[in-house]
Structures are given as C-alpha cells and as structure tokens.
C-alpha cells in the first residue's frame, strides 16, 4: 500500500520531486518505493527521461485503477465519519442565489429540517474548491471538475420598473429602446449574453455610448432597475419572481434564447450523498413548477 500510495501521487503530479512534496518525503524515498513497487510487478512503471517521468502503457492503467480506488477508500471514510446532521454546502452565483434560490430553499428546509445548508455565493463560475457538494453553473455542462446535470435554460429580455414603463408607453420599437438608459454588466464571460449581443439578433445597432448605468454584476444591474434607473436585460428565470411581484416589467415581446442553460454539478470524483441526491431533485422539481409558471 505505501508504493502504491507513493505511485499514484507520482504519476498524478507526472514527478518524483512534487510527489515528494507532498507526501512529506524525500525524492529519494519516492524512487525506492516506485523501484521496489516496479520490481514487485516485474515491469516498469515510468520511462526516466531528460528531467521528465511519463507513465508507461500498463504504468497508465495502474494509475487510474490506482486512483479511483484511493478516491473510494477516502470518500468511504468520509462518510462513515459524517456527523447524521449534515451541512449540505451550495455553491452558486450571487445573482442565482439572490434571485432564484434563496426566495425557493425554504421550501427544501421545510421538507428535510435534518438538512443545514451553508451556501457559497461567488461573482465567477461557482467552483468545487474545498468541501463544496453541489454547485449550480451557466454554461454547456462540460466541466473537468464536476458531473453536470441539466436543469433548464433562459431566455433574454429587456425589464425596467413599472414607473419608467410609464414613461415609455404601451409600445416601445427596438429602435427607440436604445435612446433611453441601457443598464449594463461588465464581464469577460464569453457565455454572458450583453446589450450589444442581445440587439444585433434583431438586427439593431447598439449606440456607441450609452447613457446607462454599468455594473460591476448582473445583481447591481437589476437592483438599478427596481430603482428606476433605466432598462436592463432580464434573465426570465433570475427575474421572474420580481415579474410576478409587479416589481420589475417586461417591456417588449422580444426575447432572445440563451445559447448555454444552468446545471446541477457535483463533485466528480466523489460519491453523491443522501442530502446531495435530495437537493438535487428539489431542484429538479423547482425547475419544473417554475417552467409551468410556478406551483398548482
């Protein structure tokens, strides 16, 4: 089991020196361990390079098999050791925690009381860093990090307060919609679909300068336009709740469909546990009821 272990950190860190490092040992008590692991087997593990290891052929099976058994043994551990009364950690978006979640968990709360949640909103993709055991992602569902379940899509439209949609009228044409305040999101998401995207799908020039407020996130930019300061882009699913509450309008049939959708992603080395399964199905659920226009 110490080659073993010594081997797999080896060929996951593809060096002796890192592995070493890791282990708390010394390089050359990791070349003793692979050199009488190799001569256990009877075949090597690793060709020695120019300052660089590379697994070998039946060296690359051992490595994964390797692996995926160390990562069951210490996820079997995990959660034999689990307190019953477990924290439940999720990992989202401030926008999507602010807007979408955390008006609905309470629901989820009332259903599994033995559940506590710690949630871990992030203004970049939320990531699996640390104890995280579900996340929930915008984009196209590949991610090394995580197994990805679909949970639905959107689509993009453009919203402001019901008193500055008294100043517009019954009608707005796409081309006056430009000379008034375009409330934007700075971003470098290429996923992120803004103002300048969200016209030219319908054949419109954006203005050079906008007299709109920017925003350093998309939660700042609906906040400005509850409070009147000019359109924004609408999220349905982010903002459908501030729609129904007559707080927030939609002023224009428009829409654009989002090239990526949100999904449920987890962990991918690690086994799903029960308060894992039972958040994701919750969201599933969720999803479902508030594509229908909420609960029966």
């Not at 689509?155 to 100043?167: G, K, L, N, T, W």
């Not at 679909?193 to 709109?212: C, D, H, I």
Request: aromatic residues 10%.
């Amino acid at each position: 089991m110490t080659g073993l272990t010594v081997f797999e950190a080896a060929a996951r860190l593809a060096s002796f020196t890192k592995a070493a490092a890791e282990l708390g040992v010394t390089q050359a008590a990791v070349s003793r361990q692979i050199h009488l692991l190799e001569g256990s087997l009877g075949f090597p593990l690793f060709h020695r390079l120019h300052r660089r290891i590379e697994l070998t052929e039946k060296g690359l099976l051992l490595s994964s098999s390797t692996t995926n058994a160390l990562n069951a043994i210490a996820e079997t551990i995990s959660s034999l050791t689990r307190d019953s009364d477990e924290e439940l950690a999720i990992s989202a978006t401030v926008s999507f925690s602010q807007f979408w979640l955390l008006p609905k968990v309470s629901g989820f709360s009332r259903q599994y009381p033995e559940v506590r949640m710690r949630i871990i909103s992030q203004d970049k993709t939320p990531g699996m860093e640390g104890d995280v055991d579900i996340a929930i992602r915008y984009g196209n569902g590949m991610w090394p990090d995580g197994k990805a379940d679909f949970l639905f899509d959107d689509e993009i439209f453009p919203v402001c307060s019901p008193e500055y949609a008294d100043r517009l009228g019954e009608y707005v044409d796409l081309t006056d919609l430009v000379r008034h305040p375009l409330i934007s999101y700075d971003t470098n998401d290429p996923s992120w679909t803004g103002w300048n995207e969200w016209l030219a799908a319908f054949s419109v020039q954006a203005p050079k300068r906008s007299s709109g407020m920017r925003c350093s996130f998309y939660a700042e930019t609906i906040h400005a336009a509850l409070n009147g300061q000019g359109i924004a882009l609408g999220w349905r699913r982010l903002v459908q709740d501030l729609l129904d509450q007559n707080r927030l309008v939609r002023i224009t049939s428009h829409a654009m469909a989002t090239r990526n959708g949100y999904f449920i992603v987890v962990p991918a080395r690690r086994e799903r546990t029960e308060p894992v399964k039972k958040f994701a199905e919750w969201l599933k659920l969720e999803a479902a009821l508030s594509a229908l226009g909420g609960r029966p």
